[in-house]
């Protein structure tokens, strides 16, 4: 091998050992926390054509989110998006067994609290048993309405755009029912109102 080539080689060796140490390190959080970190994983975790079974029709970007009736806690079907037409809707998906699903719901809870009603509602859907999440909600209570979904390969966080079921998964739908934005992983005290647009 010629000296060239083996200066290339160690100068490539010790660029990927630097990268591996600073991920290490200094994970790549705050890369996923951006909207272009957010759009590469959407990239990464996009569904295929063969993940999206039969007639399921999942959320893209930039289309009408597909209608969806889920139960809220006392059993009645609620029509997401429809009910909640005509301001912009932050939807969470989550599980009272996931870590940090639990983590963000205060940050969820004073976002909604502070939108009031004017500004972008929040609804959560629970990808988990009923009872379960009553249970959770005693003891973690948030003001903004919870649904109730069945965990599965077309459950409300695939059909929304999440094949891969990473949990928490939110998406911002404007008030015309189009899928705006994507967020893989929770928000840190003071995300929403920048990645939200207000």
Not at 40 to 54: N, Y
Not at 82 to 90: C, D, K, M, S, Y
Not at 172 to 185: E, H, N, P, S, Y
Request: proline letters at 9%; glycine letters at 12%; a positive charge.
């Amino acid at each position: 091998m010629r000296s060239g080539s083996k200066i290339i080689l160690v100068a490539l060796a010790a660029g990927l050992a630097g990268l591996m140490a600073g991920v290490a390190l200094n994970p790549p959080s705050r890369l996923l926390r951006t909207e272009v970190g957010q759009r590469l994983l959407q990239g990464v975790l996009a569904p295929s054509a063969s993940e999206s079974p039969g007639a399921l029709h999942v959320a893209r970007r930039g289309e009408t989110v597909p209608i969806l009736s889920l139960p809220d806690l006392d059993g009645r079907r609620v029509p997401v998006p429809g009910a909640f037409a005509g301001r912009p809707l932050l939807i969470n998906v989550w599980a009272s067994w996931c870590g940090p699903c639990i983590e963000e719901m205060p940050e969820l809870d004073r976002y909604s609290a502070q939108q009031a009603a004017n500004g972008t509602q929040v609804v959560g859907i629970a990808l988990d048993d009923g009872a379960a999440v009553r249970a959770f909600l005693q003891r973690v209570p948030v003001r903004y309405p919870i649904l109730i979904d069945t965990p599965g390969p077309a459950d409300a966080g695939v059909r929304l755009g999440n094949p891969k079921g990473v949990l928490p998964y939110s998406v911002l739908i404007g008030a015309d029912g189009r899928l705006l934005k994507q967020r893989f992983g929770p928000f840190a005290a003071g995300e929403i109102e920048e990645w939200a647009g207000n």
